[in-house]
């Protein structure tokens, strides 16, 4: 009896001897769908400090940890027996950017501010105008009313057209606008029948294309009767 008590004592400590060996010592982790952030940033973000052993790594506690960093909308992390450890991510997506004295709040679908940034270059995302905030911190879900009128109206329009426009003016909610990057204007008049009114500009625009013609403004506040206004014409 004594002989297998100490038998199986030594059993167990070969046992976590070798759990702990450097067989499954993680020394690196892989990420997966990082777009402008790098893998090093992820991993910063993540709290998982290298070497670690592969037991020790709480994957529900570093998808946690990522899902609060501000650039990051989904997470999964998958632990791969001896060592390996897979990070997948999906970044948030950039839908408008408000000015903020010499900076730009860029956020996302949901109104999440994803970055505080000193430029926009290399982004596409128009410029939100006529919002009164004061301040907002990355991770922070925009409250200000002119900002969620500027963020449906981002979501009302195809992904197509919304790399043409440049800026959503939103100063008065009974007087929206949004500007085009080649200069053109449209009315979209108060918050009623927003895919709608973002719809027909998009069809107006096309067919206004096809034609040949530049349209200076476009006047959907009444979405079944748009009335354009085309440049050198009265």
């Not at 297998?4 to 060996?21: D, H, K, N, R, Y």
């Not at 002119?146 to 800026?167: F, H, M, Q, V, Y």
């Not at 027909?200 to 294309?209: A, E, Q, T, W």
Request: charge should be positive; charged fraction near 25%; proline fraction near 6%.
């Amino acid at each position: 009896m004594r002989r297998f008590v100490l038998f199986f004592i030594l059993l167990v400590m070969a046992f976590f001897g070798f759990i702990q060996s450097p067989f499954f010592a993680v020394t690196e982790v892989e990420v997966r769908g990082a777009v402008s952030m790098k893998a090093g940033e992820v991993l910063e973000a993540s709290g998982l400090a290298l070497p670690a052993n592969f037991f020790s790594v709480n994957a529900g506690r570093i998808a946690g940890t990522l899902q609060k960093a501000p650039r990051i909308e989904r997470v999964s992390v998958r632990r791969l027996l001896p060592n390996h450890v897979i990070i997948t991510v999906k970044e948030r997506a950039p839908l408008g950017a408000i000015p903020l004295g010499k900076e730009f709040l860029i956020f996302d679908s949901y109104g999440i501010v994803m970055a505080v940034a000193e430029g926009l270059q290399g982004s596409r995302v128009p410029i939100v105008t006529g919002v009164s905030l004061s301040s907002a911190q990355p991770g922070e879900t925009l409250h200000d009313p002119g900002a969620e009128l500027a963020r449906r109206i981002l979501l009302a329009t195809d992904s197509a057209t919304r790399l043409e426009l440049s800026e959503i003016h939103v100063g008065d909610p009974q007087k929206l606008r949004v500007y085009t990057r080649r200069g053109i204007t449209v009315l979209l008049g108060d918050s009623a029948d927003l895919a709608k009114k973002m719809s027909r500009f998009s069809g107006v625009l096309g067919d206004l294309r096809k034609k040949g013609w530049h349209p200076e403004i476009i006047d959907v506040r009444t979405p079944d009767s748009p009335v354009v206004k085309v440049r050198g014409r009265s």
